[in-house]
């Protein structure tokens, strides 16, 4: 196996050279003067990326799920309901995890494909006159089916509906990759993770929490220690954990801050749009189709992606990563067997999103898939040449 490899996975993803080596540290005493400098800019610096001045930045030792969790337990009760649209794996296991929480929830469920039910929401808000549903949760980019839904229509529709519930908004693979707007689009939480747009290694959920989230903080009644805002709040604004930090991981996310802000956020999304574009018109060349359902909710980090009828996406993941070592995402849930995804987030450039292309096109030939080698490719190739990056950006 090559480690030379890009992953063309959903996350993890790619590490740069740079944040390895930012990431690569001796241990430190947590509580020496250094780290205590270092933790509060870092925090503040992140609010950019979660579009937020208004909310704080709250950081755990633990992957995107913990995340939610913390979410969860911070601000709602045993026996809150909460509003749940279903289209996709993560949003499924968002719900599950509400559920196993003791909380009731008002579910959805919609066609993969689809985005957050806007409308569906409202209909649902304005019907609850005592206002009994406490939060409405949306994955904003569904990563099982490389679905993007639009969170400023889902605050559009509480807003319509004169509904005080909670906003919560899943962006693990969607923060800093594609736009987010925290305080635009009223949201009240918003649950994102090292590992992926950020380009760190997996270990730190990282969280943005509006000031009505921090209020909700104060009488919720779902237990919670390790994830308590209340002991991370207090212990953060003296520069410290309420326990041993991921000094690593908090080392890396100042790194990798300065590598979105050199590059510009701006040019971040323009980047993952180009990217994702490329690997479309490859999807177009090659006569397959993508999960998402309309161009409108196309996802720029991640393609879901139908393989022909009689075809075994499985077998299509497995090949190209025995015989080229190269890995794919492979379809979930529903789509087990059914799609296979092309993750195309975090550090990524034109030459190496080719590569992913040309492998996988190896792979269907391999498996007699009436793909013609280098069609798609040759699409993405056209693509990428008549919308060159304004510089070269540097992956390494
Ligand atoms: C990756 C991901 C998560 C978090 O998963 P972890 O493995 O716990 O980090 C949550 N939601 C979405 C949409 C994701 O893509």
């Known amino acids: 196996m090559s480690e030379q490899n890009p992953v063309f996975i959903p996350g993890p993803t790619n590490i740069p050279d740079r944040l390895r080596a930012a990431m690569n540290m001796q241990t430190r005493d947590h509580r020496a003067p250094d780290f205590v400098e270092t933790l509060a800019p870092v925090l503040e610096d992140t609010k950019r990326v979660f579009g937020t001045s208004e909310g704080q930045i709250i950081t755990f ?104 519930a909670m906003l919560f908004a899943d962006c693990v693979s969607s923060l800093a990759s594609m736009p987010f707007e925290m305080d635009a689009w009223g ?115 991640v393609s879901a992606i139908y393989v022909p009828d009689g075809f075994d996406s499985n077998q299509l993941t497995d090949q190209a990563f025995n015989a080229y070592g190269v890995s794919f995402g492979v379809g979930l849930g529903e789509m087990n067997g059914k799609a296979f995804r092309i993750g195309h987030l975090g550090s990524l450039t034109d030459v190496m999103t080719l590569s992913g292309l040309a492998t996988i096109e190896m792979a269907m030939a391999d498996l007699d898939y009436s793909v013609e080698l280098g069609s798609g490719v040759a699409a993405a190739q056209g693509y990428f040449r008549q919308h060159r990056s304004a510089f070269v950006q540097t992956a390494a």
């Open 187 to 301: 949201v009240d939480i918003a649950v994102s993770g090292s590992q992926k747009g950020f380009m760190l290694a997996t270990g730190m959920a990282i969280l943005g929490v509006s000031p009505k989230a921090i209020a909700a903080m104060e009488t919720a009644q779902l237990p919670r220690t390790f994830f308590d805002f209340r002991d991370m709040l207090t212990s953060n604004k003296a520069g410290g954990y309420p326990y041993t930090p991921p000094l690593q991981l908090i080392y890396g996310l100042r790194e990798s801050l300065s590598m979105l802000f050199e590059e510009g956020l701006e040019n971040v999304y323009a980047r993952h749009f180009r990217l994702a574009e490329g690997v479309r018109r490859a999807v177009d060349a090659w006569g397959m189709r993508l999960v998402a359902k309309d161009r409108s909710l196309y996802s720029n980090t």
């Open 61 to 164: 030792p633990a992957s995107g799920t913990g995340g939610w969790e913390a979410a969860i337990c911070n601000t709602l009760s045993p026996g809150d309901r909460v509003l749940v649209g279903r289209y996709g794996m993560f949003s499924h296991r968002w719900i599950d995890l509400c559920q196993r929480h003791g909380l009731q929830v008002d579910i959805i469920d919609c066609p993969w494909g689809m985005g957050a039910p806007a409308d569906q929401f409202e209909q649902a808000l304005s019907a609850d006159k005592s206002h009994q549903i406490k939060a409405v949760l949306v994955t904003h980019n569904e990563t099982a089916t490389g679905v993007v839904s639009d969170i400023a229509a889902v605050r559009a529709a509480m807003d319509a509906a004169s509904h005080p």
